[in-house]
């Protein structure tokens, strides 16, 4: 049985003189050719997720990031098949010339832990491209989100008459494909500890609006920007949730339209047991101001082992 989620990494080479800049629906149109899904499911949740655009890389190269989440159905034709035939995006002919699998572990992998001796509870999370999310109000108009919970950054689980029936995010994707002997009370942990996660700013990274165009005149309203999380709370469990969610939500990417490229996350996760931000900033704010002091030998070296001494996990 092949591991899933799988990530692959694509390096590409555009063989076309002049093209307009790629645009999300042409990404979308090629995977759509790649991994087609039958008519009744156009409007579902893709079983991939396309961790952004074709980036330049210069030299007309490009870097590329796709995944595919289904842990039952294998994807009908492998990226690595593509390597040297011309793939069309738009106006842009890319040739695909290198594909790297980056990650390829099962979702009991994923969600059985343990993860180490300290449990991430606290993780930095940026935005790659425009993040989709959005409410209704009493019209049925979309407003979009610009101050996203943590419920909306992890997606959602659809039930009817008391079964999973779908979901969207990290969420959905264990609710869909996950073994269901284990997602079941995976996923009554992770919403347990999702109430004790708090969101805080980046400074210099707030969170913005963010307007992208489409084709036809079409205009995408989304945000972009960093935020801060943190597991307040809760137990082990909870945090090795937190932990399996911040990996996840890299792979699913965050709110709606993924399978065009939006909502493409990176993570961070901070060193475990380091001060939050808003505890550094009310320290500051009490500390008394003191003349600098020129530091010894022995405090140089401590510094520069401060600055080098990292004791966290990064998900990238």
């Not at 689980?157 to 869909?176: K, P, Q």
């Not at 079409?218 to 990996?247: I, K, N, P, S, Y």
Request: glycine share 12%.
């Amino acid at each position: 049985m092949v591991p899933v989620p799988r990530r692959w990494t694509v390096i590409l080479r555009d063989r076309a003189d002049t093209a307009r800049p790629i645009r999300p629906e042409d990404c979308h149109g090629l995977l759509n050719r790649w991994w087609p899904h039958p008519p009744e499911e156009h409007a579902l949740a893709k079983r991939w997720a396309m961790n952004g655009w074709p980036a330049p890389l210069g030299d007309r190269l490009y870097h590329w990031t796709l995944t595919w989440l289904d842990d039952e159905v294998p994807p009908p034709s492998d990226p690595e098949e593509a390597v040297g035939r011309v793939q069309r995006i738009g106006d842009h002919l890319l040739e695909p010339l290198s594909v790297t699998r980056t990650f390829d572990r099962r979702y009991g992998e994923l969600l059985a832990g343990p993860r180490g001796p300290l449990p991430v509870r606290s993780a930095e999370l940026r935005s790659r491209t425009p993040v989709v999310t959005a409410t209704r109000d009493s019209s049925g108009e979309r407003i979009p989100h610009v101050w996203p919970g943590p419920r909306r950054i992890f997606g959602a689980v659809h039930r009817s008459g008391g079964g999973i029936v779908g979901g969207s995010g990290a969420m959905g994707a264990v609710a869909r494909f996950a073994p269901p002997a284990l997602a079941g009370a995976w996923l009554e942990s992770a919403f347990e500890g999702l109430d004790l996660v708090r969101r805080l700013p980046v400074p210099g990274e707030e969170i913005r609006l963010a307007e992208h165009h489409q084709a036809e005149g079409r205009t995408v309203l989304g945000w972009q920007g960093g935020l801060r999380l943190e597991l307040t709370g809760g137990d082990r469990r909870h945090a090795e949730a937190f932990a399996a969610l911040l990996e996840l939500v890299e792979l699913t990417g965050v709110g709606k339209y993924t399978a065009q490229g939006f909502g493409s996350v990176l993570v961070d996760t901070v060193t475990p047991g380091a001060p939050s931000s808003a505890a550094v900033a009310q320290r500051a704010r009490r500390a008394p101001q003191r003349p600098p002091s020129r530091p010894g030998p022995l405090e140089a070296r401590a510094a520069v082992a401060g600055l080098e001494e990292f004791g966290g996990l990064l998900f990238d």
